[in-house]
Antibody, heavy 121, light 108 residues
Framework: DVQVVESGGGLVQPGGSLRLSCAAS????????MNWVRQAPGKGLEWVSY????????YYADSVKGRFTISRDNAKNSLYLQMNSLRDEDTAVYYC??????????????WGQGTTVTVSS | EIVLTQSPATLSLSPGQRATLSCRAS??????LAWYQQKPGQAPRLLIY???NRATGIPARFSGSGSGTDFTLTINSLEPEDFAVYYC??????????FGQGTRLEIK
């Protein structure tokens, strides 16, 4: 089955850094744009960042702009999220999700199980 | 930023009944709206894209309608596995991509 698997979550102090990874398999990763979406405990979904297939186009939510950096390595079928200057409000489950649609954004059709980031002193 | 408002917050129904979930956008999103289902402890699952197109593998009892600012997700003849939280998401004027706050569909 097509799948993505996140890793790299953990407990970090406020102001600290963490790098999340997402390993893709059984689809042509280099052809698909990708996203990070997060969900704070007991809350709804929040889109975090988007990266196009070739990394030419990158977007961030205002809440993480200037602190988070999305990147990808198509040779390794991997997506990353470098998170710096972490805050309590960044505590969430972080999902990696594939964009449905090569030339148009239809939604997110493949999701991982998520990796948990806890920011606390 | 486009704000999506879902109603009701919670919907209590019995298996076999029809569920009607609403999503209203603060400005027109044309048909650039998707619906997701999320069960406890699981990742979201794409149900509907472009307002009315079922994603791969989604049963026919799920249907979406609407355009502009008002959208509906209808689930006909509820199955026990349909009780979950449902989110709408717009990708018309982005970034940012935005989600509604969710509707919890619970067993009555």
């Amino acid at each position: 089955d097509v799948q993505v698997v996140e890793s790299g979550g953990g407990l970090v102090q406020p102001g600290g850094s963490l790098r999340l990874s997402c390993a893709a398999s059984r689809f042509t990763f280099s052809s698909d744009s990708m996203n990070w979406v997060r969900q704070a405990p007991g809350k709804g979904l929040e889109w975090v960042s988007y990266i196009s297939s070739s990394s030419n186009t990158i977007y961030y939510a205002d809440s993480v702009k200037g602190r988070f950096t999305i990147s990808r390595d198509n040779a390794k079928n991997s997506l990353y999220l470098q998170m710096n200057s972490l805050r309590d409000e960044d505590t969430a489950v972080y999902y990696c999700a594939r964009t449905l649609g090569s030339y148009k954004y239809y939604g997110m059709d493949v999701w991982g199980q998520g990796t948990t980031v806890t920011v606390s002193s | 930023e486009i704000v999506l408002t879902q109603s009701p917050a919670t919907l209590s129904l019995s298996p076999g009944q029809r569920a009607t979930l609403s999503c209203r956008a603060s400005q027109s999103v044309s048909s650039y709206l998707a619906w997701y289902q999320q069960k406890p402890g699981q990742a979201p699952r794409l149900l509907i894209y472009d307002a009315s197109n079922r994603a791969t593998g989604i049963p026919a009892r799920f249907s979406g309608s609407g355009s502009g600012t008002d959208f509906t997700l209808t689930i006909n003849s509820l199955e026990p596995e349909d009780f979950a939280v449902y989110y709408c998401q717009q990708h018309s004027n982005w970034p940012p991509i935005t989600f509604g706050q969710g509707t919890r569909l619970e067993i009555k």
